[in-house]
Nanobody, 127 residues
Framework: QVQLVESGGGLVQDGASLRLSCAASVASGRIFKEYAMGWFRQVPGMKREFVAAVNWSGGITTYAESVQGRFTISRDNAKNTVDLQMNSLKPEDTANYYC?????????????????WGQGTQVTVSS
């Protein structure tokens, strides 16, 4: 069992930067490193879409084409956190952003069907 809590959302202008953070609470007997971690986003009325993912060590990352080169995902296994640094934000990045975790550490599983979700944090980019 993993509980995820996001923070860092807000209202920013076109071209600005924002950093999202996700704090994970892992059940006794499990460790944070067992989980691949990632971020998704969703606009009301639209399907939730994959944004970025990172493997257990932080050494392998993958991104949606729409954010490649602008967003960076990272994790701190000592603090049980995963961050999403978002640069050069655009109005089309406006969405509710969700932290996600996949047991077993597979990035493919994380991108397709995570096991755990946070409650989300709203990011709004004004033009």
């Amino acid at each position: 069992q993993v509980q995820l809590v996001e923070s860092g959302g807000g209202l920013v202008q076109d071209g600005a930067s924002l950093r999202l953070s996700c704090a994970a609470s892992v059940a006794s007997g499990r460790i944070f490193k067992e989980y691949a971690m990632g971020w998704f986003r969703q606009v009301p009325g639209m399907k939730r879409e994959f944004v970025a993912a990172v493997n257990w060590s932080g050494g392998i990352t993958t991104y949606a084409e729409s954010v490649q080169g602008r967003f960076t995902i990272s994790r701190d296994n000592a603090k049980n956190t995963v961050d999403l640094q978002m640069n050069s934000l655009k109005p089309e990045d406006t969405a509710n952003y969700y932290c996600a975790a996949a047991a077993g550490g597979s990035l493919e599983v994380l991108a397709r069907s995570p096991d755990y979700w946070g409650q989300g944090t709203q990011v709004t980019v004004s033009s």
